[in-house]
């Protein structure tokens, strides 16, 4: 993996870490959403155009 996926990956850990109640949450399914939800936001952001960057967040369902 390389070192921007693991930083991304970094952040997903910790945000999962803030929202883990450990109310029977799965953790690793947290660590996956966010790191998923990290990676369309930085797509987002490297597109041109604010209409496309919405587009992009509106479709993966991706609050800014």
Not at 17 to 41: C, H, M, P, T
Request: charged share 30%; hydrophobic share 40%; proline share 0%.
């Amino acid at each position: 993996m390389n070192e921007q996926f693991m930083k991304l990956l970094d952040q997903a850990r910790e945000l999962a870490n803030e929202v883990f109640d450990y109310d029977g949450s799965d953790y690793a399914e947290i660590v996956q959403e966010k790191f998923a939800e990290l990676i369309v936001q930085k797509c987002a952001v490297q597109c041109n155009h604010n209409d496309d960057m919405d587009r992009i967040l509106e479709h993966f369902g991706v609050e800014q």
